[in-house]
């Protein structure tokens, strides 16, 4: 299993925001440089989380982006979904995947009958559970 680019570099952006709670908005200019990020694919990201209500954008000469809300009520699927939608995608998880995202494994076409459904979806189902239960502020407090 792999986070694609988008939900590392999105996260690594919630931490550097959460990390400036509640002060108030950061550039992402300063985001970027912080956490080591390319700022154009950084705002491509931004809008993402901006559109899905985990941050807001503050116009002028003191703007920037901040959490939406605290640190503690934002978890790491919370990010993941408002990137990518899907919280984990797994090989042969579901057949709906295939030819959306460019890092599954489309190779089974028994989706209904496999006998490794169900632990894929048990798998699923921990990962999610994981992802939904850390939020930013444990990232931060570590």
Same mark, same amino acid.
């Given at each position: ?19 400036? @709670?509640?002060?108030?908005?950061? *550039?992402?200019?300063? /985001? ?32 920037? @982006?901040?959490?939406?809300?605290? *640190? ?6 919370? /990010? ?10 797994? *090989? ?14 489309? @190779? ?14 048990? /798998? ?19």
């Amino acid at each position: 299993m792999r986070f694609s680019s988008k939900e590392l570099y999105g996260l690594r952006a919630m931490i550097e925001l959460a990390r400036h @709670y509640p002060e108030g908005p950061v *550039p992402l200019s300063n /985001v970027a440089k912080a956490r080591d990020l390319p700022l154009p694919y950084l705002e491509q990201i931004a809008s993402s989380l901006r559109k899905a209500g985990l941050i807001e954008s503050i116009r002028g000469a003191r703007g920037g @982006y901040k959490l939406s809300r605290a *640190p503690g009520k934002i978890s790491i699927g919370d /990010v993941f979904r408002a990137l990518e939608g899907r919280l984990v995608t797994l *090989p042969c998880h579901l057949q709906e995947n295939c030819g959306i995202f460019e890092d599954a494994e489309c @190779y089974c076409t028994k989706e209904v009958a496999c006998a490794a459904r169900d632990v894929w979806e048990q /798998v699923h189902s921990l990962m999610s559970g994981v992802l939904d239960k850390i939020t930013l502020a444990d990232l931060i407090a570590q």
